[in-house]
């Protein structure tokens, strides 16, 4: 990594630039190397200027959100990671238009909408992570998902900041239709005014039903697998076997067997080891192809140069 670029980005943006940053801090799995930085620009500006300069010395980057639906590999992220921390205004209005920037966190913008009598999200509560992965991984739950609510999405695409209406995004299971190298910045939901109380009922109700079911006993990142069209990926996985099995430090949860934890000391290198042989052995079973929701960046360990360190 040119150490030259790195300096010129700590100069040219405002914001905090963390040299040599290990992910595994800013992953829920908590496993992942390094990147060769982590840049938290403070606004908008310093965001195009970030990619400006990234993208003309042909420096990889990588939009990181709460990190909860994101595997790291051991090498880490030969790149910069933009991390939208500074990104974390919501704003509701008095005729319940609502804004809210891609860093902040999806939880607390939820508990918000209920106190405003704003219902459409509540059903999402307790989904780790940020407005913007939310947005990205068109998280849902229950009978809700992300992309319903929303109206219009600021995207930064090249240098450019537009507002694109939610059509566009083409919002599917788990999946959202954005062109590579594509920032969203910012949300505009659409949401029906409803009983605070009852948002409030059906807020705890939820709460409380995911500490229970999702009591697996260890750091993960929720569903490693979509459920595969008219099935659901827990029953394959545990019809297959792989409940409470594992590789290295990395097991497939006995409560719910589409979550791995990592049981201590786990490497990305076990997870993902894991995750194919899940994939392999389901396929062999069954027929059915599993696909993973987790996105899996970064280089494995021994990729990694050795002059960048371990
Ligand atoms: C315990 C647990 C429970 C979970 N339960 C659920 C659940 O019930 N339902 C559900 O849908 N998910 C669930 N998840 C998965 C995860 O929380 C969601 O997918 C969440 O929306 C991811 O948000 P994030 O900010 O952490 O995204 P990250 O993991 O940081 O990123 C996910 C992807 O989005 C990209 N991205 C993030 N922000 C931006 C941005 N601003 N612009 C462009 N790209 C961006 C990243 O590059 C990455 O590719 C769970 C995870 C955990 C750990």
């Known amino acids: ?53 990234l993208d003309a010395a042909g420096c990889p980057w990588l939009v990181l959100g709460g990190g909860s639906n994101l595997l790291v590999r051991d090498g880490g992220f030969p790149g910069v990671v933009l991390d939208l921390h500074a990104f974390n205004a919501v704003r509701i209005g008095a005729d319940g238009l609502v804004e809210a920037e891609a860093g902040a ?10 106190t405003a009598g704003l219902g459409g999200l509540e059903e999402l509560a307790g989904i ?34 537009d507002w694109r209406p939610a059509a566009a995004l083409a919002f599917g299971y788990r999946h959202s239709e954005l062109n590579p190298g594509e ?15 009852l948002l409030q009922a059906t807020y705890a109700e939820r709460m409380n039903h995911r500490r229970q079911a999702h009591a697996v006993g260890g750091p993960s990142a929720g569903s490693v697998f979509k459920n595969p069209p008219g099935k659901r990926a827990w029953e394959l996985i545990a019809g297959c076997g792989w409940q409470g099995r594992g590789i290295g430090g990395a097991r497939a949860s006995e409560r719910h067997a589409n979550f791995i934890i990592n049981t201590g000391g786990a490497m990305a290198a076990d997870i993902e080891s894991l995750i194919e042989a899940i994939r392999a052995d389901v396929l062999r079973q069954t027929g059915v192809l599993l696909e993973t929701e987790v996105k899996i960046v970064g280089v494995p360990a021994a990729a990694r ?5 371990a």
């Open 105 to 114: 966190r999806l939880n607390s913008l939820i508990k918000q909408l209920v």
């Open 183 to 197: 920032i969203v910045t910012a949300v505009r939901l659409r949401l029906a005014n409803d009983d605070p109380e």
């Open 1 to 53: 990594m040119d150490r030259a670029l790195l300096d010129e980005l700590a100069r040219r943006c405002r914001g905090s630039l963390l040299r040599d940053e290990p992910l595994w801090r800013h992953t829920s799995w908590q496993v992942g190397g390094p990147a060769a930085a982590l840049l938290r620009p403070a606004n908008h500006v310093d965001l195009v200027k970030a990619v400006r300069l």
């Open 305 to 309: 140069p050795a002059s960048e360190g």
């Open 128 to 161: 780790p992570g940020t407005v913007g992965g939310a947005l990205v991984m068109n998280a849902g739950a229950g009978s809700q998902e992300f992309g319903r609510a929303v109206d219009e999405v600021e995207i930064l695409s090249g240098e450019t900041f």
